[in-house]
């Protein structure tokens, strides 16, 4: 089992070198890693992979294997390097130790009260003063984007709940609890919508008035680090994704972190996604201090 797992990593590892890409194990990921690169000019350089197997079982002599497998891509763009990171849940199946089917497991699409809008209980005279220190941020999305702070409660789809942690790692105060459907905040075992449910982040950050506020602009070249971009992939007005930018490349455009799947320094269109679909649409806010 190990040893047939093991060749598919090394097979794959090759396909997303351009010269080595003749080979049976079609493997769409790279079609779709190399196609972004492509339309950004960038080059990937050089690609490792480790697996880690979370969960496996043998029923009526077929083995499923459940597992992580963390790529690490080193891009070249316009002279400049850097190294982006994802990690991703598979689910592989073998019969007599050789493989017969490996597939990504979709992430769970969590979203208690999607179209929930956050409630704006706001007293006259009310002001929350912070200074939004965007470097602590970034270094919280950077220290914890494949791992989880044991000081927060975990999702199971955590993409929200992660850029919440980030946005108050860099001085975002929490406000409204305990009304779930008021401010931006998690306390005591709870949480507001806003806190863990993307398109209830999304609904937030466009109207907040006291507190975490954002402001919307219209390309992502003008965001800056710890800075947020909301994804509604299908195109239906309903936001299920959320991501923070960390870096940029040597377009000035965003790279970002994410939690489900957990990425690094990933591209911002997310193109080279599973989840990506035409029809997705995006929304891009800066933070603004209060």
Not at 144 to 154: G, L, V
Not at 200 to 206: C, F, G, P
Not at 216 to 221: A, G, I, L
């Amino acid at each position: 089992m190990y040893k047939s797992l093991q060749e598919l990593f090394e097979n794959r590892v090759q396909q997303f070198v351009l010269s080595n890409r003749e080979y049976k194990d079609f493997f769409p990921k790279v079609e779709r890693k190399l196609d972004s690169c492509s339309k950004r000019s960038a080059e990937i350089v050089k690609v490792k992979a480790t697996g880690k197997i979370i969960d496996k079982s043998d029923q009526d002599g077929i083995q499923k294997v459940k597992y992580l497998a963390h790529y690490r891509y080193l891009i070249k763009q316009k002279g400049n390097f850097y190294i982006e990171e994802e990690v991703e849940e598979r689910l592989a199946k073998l019969y007599k130790n050789s493989i017969i089917s490996d597939e990504e497991i979709p992430a769970l699409d969590f979203q208690e009260d999607p179209f929930r809008d956050s409630i704006e209980r706001v007293t006259k005279g009310d002001h929350i003063v912070f200074k939004y220190d965007r470097l602590k941020a970034v270094q919280y999305a950077e220290r914890w984007w494949n791992s989880y702070n044991p000081a927060y409660k975990k999702f199971e789809n955590d993409c929200t709940n992660f850029i919440s942690q980030c946005l108050h790692a860099g001085g975002a105060p929490m406000r409204g609890y305990p009304n779930r459907g008021n401010g931006w905040w998690m306390q005591n075992n709870n949480w507001s919508y806003s806190w863990a449910v993307a398109h209830s982040l999304k609904n937030y950050l466009a109207n907040s008035k006291i507190g975490l506020r954002a402001k919307e602009v219209s390309s992502p070249d003008q965001l800056t680090y710890g800075d947020v971009i909301c994804y509604d992939f299908e195109g239906d007005g309903r936001f299920n994704h959320n991501t923070i930018v960390v870096a940029k490349d040597a377009y000035n455009m965003p790279l970002v972190n994410a939690h489900t799947y957990n990425s690094r320094m990933r591209y911002w269109a997310y193109e080279d996604s599973s989840a990506y679909t035409p029809n997705i649409k995006y929304k891009f806010y800066t933070i603004v201090d209060g």
